[in-house]
């Protein structure tokens, strides 16, 4: 195997235009498929942390009663079933916090824009307030009545400066209009879209808006300590939730307007349902969403978008392979009294055999090498390109930059797939020459 794995290396580097235009479309097709195996898993990894930053957690659970005339409330009254569910969890659970939440309509001037506003307990929650990047003010003020911090682009649209004041109308739990002043103390990066553009206010100064107490809340929201077991403590913390009291099960989502009611409460903007007299329930009843839950959408495109990645992929290893086996059938021709020669001094078909698939596999690891190595200069360049203030596409960036995330299990998985399809693009050929006989070999080069 030495001696045919020398050989073939020989024939590689003796015919180099050659080798140089296989090893180039190998090397292309490797950095294509490296490339948006990269941005899909890094996506996923941004994605992830930006919605946990946004919505304050990985778990979320959300309450809801039924008033004296019928209506759900957004609100948890009763949380011991809530905090026996995240007792349960154990030394899964990094930290806990409590928000309250309501989307309504700032106002500045004669402008106006739809804006969901967090109730945050800023005291409690020091690493979202370190977290916050602050592209304009700053958040010494949080603690005056009324702060408020504002993603970027809703304060361009309202075209509000910091120290001003705003107007928010808001609708309290009970389905009353209230407004309040707020003042623009710090603006922030944030996506416009999915509900990720939140602004953010002290948490009882939102609560009496809303009308609730200073101390009440809406949502529960859990960080773990590893977001991968997220799936994991959703069921253990739903199984414990249904041991307390009432829980609104996956199943119960039933039709699609009631799954955006749902999605619209858990988001701050949910208004007033009417419950049927046979489906109401004593105390909180809780739902619980998790981060692949909010991430339902984006998890779909990425898979959607890996799996035409791959499809990519195979298409041009088959366009290639068949370049490869008009090139070795060309080969065979050219080397009929070289193999002739090889076979009367004694080497075994086997051997003449290994010498082509060698040739392939050398070609593929070469290629496939310099594919990967070119796909790491693309993605440090395309990581240096700052695109702050993408507005709905800063939900895909990290700190205003793509972020690439390269798998070494896939990119060895894309290899392997490529050799396999080499070999087998080269067999026919290698099996053809090595079944010459050598004195009709050393005939036909005549």
């Known amino acids: 195997m030495n001696q045919s794995l020398r050989i073939a290396i020989r024939n590689v580097t003796r015919q180099k235009k050659r080798s140089l235009l296989l090893g180039g479309a190998v090397a292309f097709g490797f950095l294509v ?3 948006v195996n990269g941005f899909t898993a890094g996506l996923v990894s941004t994605v992830k942390e930006n919605f946990s930053y946004a919505f304050g957690g990985h778990l979320y659970f959300s309450g809801s009663v039924v008033s004296d005339r019928g209506s759900e409330i957004a609100l948890i009254q009763d949380d011991s079933a809530a905090q026996a569910a995240i007792t349960a969890l154990g030394e899964k659970v990094a930290s806990v916090h409590r928000r ?3 989307t309504g309509t700032l106002y500045f001037g004669t402008k106006e824009t739809s804006q969901r506003i967090e109730g945050v307990d800023f ?6 307030r370190e977290k916050l990047e602050i592209n304009g003010g700053s958040l010494d003020g949080l603690d005056r009545p009324g702060a408020l911090v504002l993603p970027d682009d809703a304060a361009r649209k309202l075209g509000v400066e910091i120290g001003e004041a705003l107007i928010f109308k808001v609708s309290t739990v009970t389905g009353q209009q209230n407004v309040g002043e707020l003042i623009l103390v710090a603006t922030t990066s944030g996506g416009g879209g999915m509900g990720l553009g939140s602004g953010y206010v002290e948490k009882t100064f939102l609560n009496d808006l809303i009308g609730l107490p200073p101390n009440g809340f809406q949502k529960i929201n859990v960080y773990l300590k590893d977001v991968r077991e997220s799936a994991q403590a959703e069921s253990m913390a739903r199984g414990t939730l249904a041991e307390h009291g009432p829980v609104e099960l996956p199943e119960e989502g039933g039709d699609q307007e009631s799954q955006m009611y749902r999605m619209r409460r858990m988001i701050g903007g949910g208004g007033l349902r009417s419950v049927a007299s046979a489906d109401r329930w004593e105390g909180t009843r809780f739902s619980l969403t998790t981060i692949e839950d909010m991430m339902a959408p984006i998890l779909t495109l990425v898979a959607t978008l890996d ?3 791959f499809g990519v992929f195979l298409l041009l290893l088959a366009i290639i392979m068949v370049g490869l086996l008009n090139s070795y059938r060309m080969v065979m021709i050219e080397r009929t009294e070289e193999i002739g020669t090889m076979r009367a001094l004694g080497v075994h078909q086997s051997g003449i055999r290994a010498i ?9 690891a070469i290629g496939a090498a310099a594919g990967f190595v070119l796909a790491l200069v693309v993605i440090g360049a395309a990581s240096l390109v700052n695109l702050s203030g ?6 895909f960036l990290s700190k205003g930059r793509l972020a690439f ?4 299990p896939g990119s060895l998985r894309n290899f392997l797939i490529l050799c396999a399809m080499s070999l087998a693009a080269v067999y026919l050929p290698a099996r ?4 010459l006989e050598p004195a009709q070999a050393l005939r036909a080069s005549y």
Do not use: K, N, P, Y
């Not at 005291?123 to 979202?128: L, M």
């Not at 993408?390 to 939900?395: E, K, L, S």
């Not at 053809?432 to 079944?435: D, L, N, P, V």
């Open 356 to 364: 082509f698939l060698w040739e392939a596999v050398t070609i593929a």
């Open 123 to 128: 005291a409690d929650e020091h690493a979202f």
């Open 100 to 102: 309250s939440q309501g």
């Open 33 to 35: 498929i490296t490339l």
């Open 390 to 395: 993408a507005g709905f596409f800063t939900v």
């Open 405 to 408: 995330s390269i798998a070494l």
């Open 432 to 435: 053809t020459a090595s079944r």
């Open 307 to 309: 799996a035409i990645a």
